[in-house]
Structures are given as structure tokens and as C-alpha cells.
């Protein structure tokens, strides 16, 4: 059973009301991240690497691209942005946590790739000019703004893009919603700092935001829905449907 088949077979007609909040402080999370850095790969990796590679495949970098990784990590998708882009291109990562920048400069110079850029910084505010990118990728981050942000942040990150650039977001999902998400959601509630990703509905997110979704893919993280946007800017740079004209979220 492919991931996509497992997603839907656990959909029930439940209404699944509002995405989970965000309460934990942006400097907790910092925090979190920091301590975390050292073993963030042994833990996260074994469940985040198929998903991940899956959005670099739809993001699809080419050589002499300028490429965006907004919350880095260990670097393990900058390290192959940076690869990607080749030496006539640009990889910069940027993420919020000082322990995660420097797993990405470790990861980067293991690889031989010192020509990639790590900064501290909040994805909600980009110290880049405007359309400094040809590719901006986020996976796992996107769902740790809270909902308020989240129009903010995406705007940010439109604002980064060039005209013509794609943007692909790797996150939990809240499509397919059903008793394992529900059941994440609950653990994620009581344990907001541990189990901090939640799902959320990304494409729809996108389309909010003023975005094009070009292709969408669904796959799973034990038995969690993660869904995987490739988008691009929209023309007119107008966004989606208001919300309640929506037929149904996803
Ligand atoms: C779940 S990890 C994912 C890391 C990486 N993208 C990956 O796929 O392995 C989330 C990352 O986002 C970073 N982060 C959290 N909030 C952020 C923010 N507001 N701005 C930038 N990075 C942030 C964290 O420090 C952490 O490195």
C-alpha cells in the first residue's frame, strides 16, 4: 500500500474543526532546537528522510539556481541544495536555532561544500531583498508558525521568490484527517514543546497565500498524513477563496 493509499484509508467524514494551535514561545523553540541539534538526525531522520526527498524531487534544483532552506536543521537538505546548485549557483540555509546552524555548516563542509551560507534568523523575517531566490523549500517548519503567522510567514517567503520561482513545503497534514492524527493532535496539545510539528492543511495554506500549487503528493510518517507541495507565485498575485467559500479543506 502506497503512502497516498494509507492517508486516504484512514479518512473518516469526522469533522476535523480548526489546526491545532501553537503555544510555544518562538524563544522556546530556539531553545528546544539547540539542545536538540546534536541528535536531532539519529531521532528525526529515519521518519523525515522519505518525505523530504520526496519535496527535493518536486522542487527539483538546478545548477546555477539560487536556493532558499528556511528552518535548515542538521543541513541535510541545504547539504543537497547546495549540491544541486553546483558552484555557479547559491545554497543559503537560515533557521531560528544557533545549534542547528552550526549541524548545517558541519554538514556542508563534510560534504565539501563550504560555499553554502548558514544563518540564524526567523523564517517569518528574511534578511534577503526581494526576489532573491529561484527555490525556497521548507519541510517540517511551515507547521510550527502558529495559525495567525502562518499568511505572514508565507508572504515572507513570496516575497523572497523570484516571479518565476517554486516554493515546495514538506508538512504533517490535516488532510486524510483520522484517529492517528487525532490522536497526535492530542499528544501534541499536552506536550507542545516535544511533539511540536502539527498538522495542518498545506496546500489550501498555499492557495491562501497567493500561490499556484503545480503538483501535490501524499505520504505518510508513521501512519501521520504529510503532504508535499510544489508551488509557484500566482500571476495576478492574488490569493485563494475566502474560507467560507471553500467546497472542503485540502
Ligand atoms: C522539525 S525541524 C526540521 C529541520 C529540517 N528542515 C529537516 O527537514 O530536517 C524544524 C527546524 O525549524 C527550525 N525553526 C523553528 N522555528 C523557526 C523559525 N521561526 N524560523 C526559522 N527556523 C525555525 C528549528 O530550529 C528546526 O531546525
Given at each position: 500500500?502506497?503512502?497516498?493509499?494509507?492517508?486516504?484509508?484512514?479518512?473518516?467524514?469526522?469533522?476535523?474543526?480548526?489546526?491545532?494551535?501553537?503555544?510555544?514561545?518562538?524563544?522556546?523553540?530556539?531553545?528546544?532546537?539547540?539542545?536538540?541539534?546534536?541528535?536531532?538526525?539519529?531521532?528525526?531522520?529515519?521518519?523525515?528522510?522519505?518525505?523530504?526527498?520526496?519535496?527535493?524531487?518536486?522542487?527539483?534544483p538546478e545548477?546555477g539556481e539560487r536556493a532558499?532552506?528556511?528552518?535548515?536543521?542538521?543541513?541535510?537538505?541545504?547539504?543537497?541544495?547546495?549540491?544541486?546548485v553546483?558552484?555557479?549557483g547559491?545554497?543559503?540555509?537560515?533557521?531560528?536555532?544557533?545549534?542547528?546552524?552550526?549541524?548545517?555548516?558541519?554538514?556542508?563542509?563534510?560534504?565539501?561544500?563550504?560555499?553554502?551560507?548558514?544563518?540564524?534568523?526567523?523564517?517569518?523575517?528574511?534578511?534577503?531583498?526581494?526576489?532573491?531566490?529561484d527555490a525556497?523549500?521548507?519541510?517540517?517548519?511551515?507547521?510550527?508558525?502558529?495559525?495567525?503567522?502562518?499568511?505572514?510567514?508565507?508572504?515572507?517567503?513570496?516575497?523572497?521568490?523570484?516571479?518565476?520561482?517554486?516554493?515546495?513545503?514538506?508538512?504533517?497534514?490535516?488532510?486524510?484527517?483520522?484517529?492517528?492524527?487525532?490522536?497526535?493532535?492530542?499528544?501534541?496539545?499536552?506536550?507542545?514543546?516535544?511533539?511540536?510539528?502539527?498538522?495542518?492543511?498545506?496546500?489550501?495554506?498555499?492557495?491562501?497565500?497567493?500561490?499556484?500549487?503545480?503538483?501535490?503528493?501524499?505520504?505518510?510518517?508513521?501512519?501521520?498524513?504529510?503532504?508535499?507541495?510544489?508551488?509557484?507565485?500566482?500571476?495576478?498575485?492574488?490569493?485563494?477563496?475566502?474560507?467560507?467559500?471553500?467546497?472542503?479543506?485540502?
Amino acid at each position: 500500500m502506497t503512502g497516498d493509499q494509507r492517508a486516504t484509508s484512514e479518512a473518516t467524514d469526522r469533522p476535523p474543526g480548526p489546526i491545532a494551535r501553537v503555544s510555544r514561545s518562538k524563544p522556546d523553540a530556539r531553545d528546544w532546537y539547540d539542545a536538540f541539534s546534536r541528535r536531532y538526525d539519529a531521532v528525526a531522520n529515519p521518519f523525515e528522510t522519505p518525505a523530504r526527498t520526496s519535496g527535493l524531487e518536486l522542487l527539483a534544483p538546478e545548477p546555477g539556481e539560487r536556493a532558499l532552506d528556511v528552518g535548515c536543521g542538521t543541513g541535510t537538505a541545504l547539504v543537497a541544495l547546495a549540491r544541486a546548485v553546483g558552484p555557479t549557483g547559491i545554497a543559503v540555509g537560515i533557521d531560528l536555532a544557533d545549534g542547528m546552524c552550526r549541524a548545517s555548516r558541519r554538514a556542508l563542509a563534510g560534504a565539501g561544500l563550504e560555499r553554502g551560507v548558514v544563518l540564524v534568523g526567523d523564517g517569518a523575517s528574511l534578511p534577503f531583498a526581494d526576489e532573491a531566490f529561484d527555490a525556497v523549500f521548507a519541510s517540517f517548519v511551515l507547521e510550527l508558525f502558529d495559525t495567525p503567522e502562518l499568511p505572514a510567514v508565507l508572504a515572507e517567503w513570496r516575497r523572497v521568490l523570484a516571479p518565476d520561482g517554486r516554493l515546495c513545503v514538506v508538512s504533517l497534514s490535516r488532510g486524510g484527517f483520522g484517529p492517528t492524527t487525532w490522536l497526535y493532535e492530542r499528544v501534541h496539545n499536552l506536550l507542545p514543546t516535544a511533539v511540536d510539528c502539527r498538522p495542518i492543511y498545506v496546500t489550501e495554506t498555499l492557495r491562501e497565500a497567493g500561490f499556484r500549487v503545480l503538483e501535490a503528493r501524499y505520504e505518510t510518517v508513521w501512519r501521520l498524513p504529510v503532504e508535499i507541495g510544489l508551488c509557484r507565485p500566482r500571476e495576478d498575485g492574488s490569493g485563494g477563496r475566502p474560507a467560507n467559500q471553500r467546497d472542503r479543506p485540502g
